[in-house]
T-cell receptor
Framework: DGGITQSPKYLFRKEGQNVTLSCEQNLNHDAMYWYRQDPGQGLRLIYYSQIVNDFQKGDIAEGYSVSREKKESFPLTVTSAQKNPTAFYLC?????????????FGPGTRLTVT | QQQVKQSPQSLIVQKGGISIINCAYENTAFDYFPWYQQFPGKGPALLIAIRPDVSEKKEGRFTISFNKSAKQFSLHIMDSQPGDSATYFCAASSNSGNTPLVFGKGTRLSVIA
């Protein structure tokens, strides 16, 4: 999993609660990404960040928030506004945003909300 | 939304056979085309990637074929093995546009003995 850690591996929450997923990388990569994976849907981009203190919305940002206070950390908060939060969440990083550089993924966090 | 369309959704191949997965894209500015392999419960791992200045790239049993005029690229897995059973994703991006990767929806490959 190439120096990207996500914790925890499994996370359970009650509906209506906010939850924060951790993502840390020690690859000195500039860009970091959050994806959501649902069966048959591929990987959908939630948010991405090219540099510290800056981030951009992806295709499905509604109900999510992020911060990028440190180069190595990019936590994702799933808020109570996210209608269907149960999914497999993947964090990734690359040496620069734009895809011309290899993108490495973490092991993922499976979130279950009941 | 720039799309990458991937087919088939699922594929069953006999051990020793050739697995072929196809992708088509719309954005002519795309200039980087990676393939990722994902095992259940794990994050995707980069398998092989190609740029449009070449029509083919081979790494071991894995080959990418690229057709710029048709805006299509494909992954060929030669001598497929049960250990290749996984989900494969194609992706694309434009460096000039500085955009993140756009992924296909994935192909679940099962290699049977």
């Amino acid at each position: 999993d190439g120096g990207i850690t996500q914790s925890p591996k499994y996370l359970f929450r009650k509906e209506g609660q906010n939850v924060t997923l951790s993502c840390e990388q020690n690859l000195n990569h500039d860009a970091m990404y959050w994806y959501r994976q649902d069966p048959g849907q591929g990987l959908r981009l939630i948010y991405y960040s090219q540099i510290v203190n800056d981030f951009q919305k992806g295709d499905i940002a509604e109900g999510y928030s992020v911060s990028r206070e440190k180069k190595e950390s990019f936590p994702l908060t799933v808020t109570s506004a996210q209608k269907n939060p149960t999914a497999f969440y993947l964090c990734a990083s690359s040496t620069a945003s734009g895809g011309a550089y290899e993108q490495y993924f973490g092991p993922g966090t499976r979130l279950t909300v009941t | 939304q720039q799309q990458v369309k991937q087919s088939p959704q699922s594929l069953i191949v006999q051990k020793g056979g050739i697995s072929i997965i196809n992708c088509a894209y719309e954005n002519t500015a795309f200039d980087y085309f990676p393939w990722y392999q994902q095992f259940p419960g794990k994050g995707p791992a980069l398998l092989i990637a190609i740029r449009p200045d070449v029509s083919e790239k081979k790494e071991g049993r894995f080959t990418i074929s690229f057709n710029k005029s048709a805006k299509q690229f494909s992954l060929h897995i030669m001598d497929s093995q049960p250990g290749d059973s996984a989900t494969y994703f194609c992706a694309a991006s434009s460096n000039s546009g500085n955009t993140p990767l756009v992924f296909g929806k994935g192909t679940r490959l099962s290699v049977i003995a």
